[in-house]
């Protein structure tokens, strides 16, 4: 299963939004791998319902991180500055 690190939370704890089984997981910052930032995609093992085992996936990250940035400048492109302008 994939997730998404989403937030990190007090209390030494990421949440990883596992967006298929439509739900988040509470992991102790300890079991992510080391670099692990918000936005970052993981391959999630479970064992009745908790997480096990995470893994970066690096080329999901890259590709997800791309697309955003495509979509970014596309809507840049259409600006056209605002419509309520100053006297």
């Known amino acids: 299963m994939k997730g998404v ?3 990190f939370e007090d209390g030494g704890v990421a949440v ?3 967006e298929e089984a439509g739900r988040e997981f509470h992991v102790p910052l300890r079991y992510l791998p080391e670099g692990s930032r918000r936005g970052m ?4 093992s479970l064992d009745e319902g908790r997480v096990v085992d995470i893994e ?3 080329p999901q990250t890259k590709e997800r991180n791309e697309k955003a940035e495509e979509l970014m400048m596309r809507l840049r492109s259409k600006n056209t500055g605002s419509r309520f302008k100053r006297n």
């Open 41 to 44: 995609w993981f391959r999630l």
């Open 5 to 7: 690190l989403d937030r």
């Open 16 to 18: 990883i939004i596992a």
């Open 56 to 58: 970066a996936d690096v």
